[in-house]
């Protein structure tokens, strides 16, 4: 794998592990795909620095377990914001 590649998934892990940041926010801060994003992570980071993949794991299982509950936050702003009357 090229040199490049390493690097940028050593900053996406780092950058998850730093911000608790979700696939998809850190996929618009580094320009790729979300599932360039989960592939780094779940495939190629673990060959790089197990130690961060782990810990990049239990940031993504939070985020996961927690996605119902900011869905149902933002339907809740948007319909406070168009409510008519």
Request: no cysteine; hydrophobic share 35%.
């Amino acid at each position: 794998m090229k040199d490049h590649i390493w690097q940028r998934v050593v900053d996406i892990g780092n950058y998850i592990l730093n911000n608790g940041a979700t696939v998809r926010d850190t996929a618009r801060v580094f320009g790729v795909s979300k599932s360039t994003v989960h592939k780094d992570v779940t495939e190629r980071l673990p060959k790089v620095n197990q130690k961060l993949a782990n810990e990049v794991k239990k940031v993504l299982e939070f985020n996961k377990a927690e996605r119902h509950l900011r869905g149902g936050e933002a339907t809740r702003q948007k319909f406070l914001t168009n409510r008519p009357g």
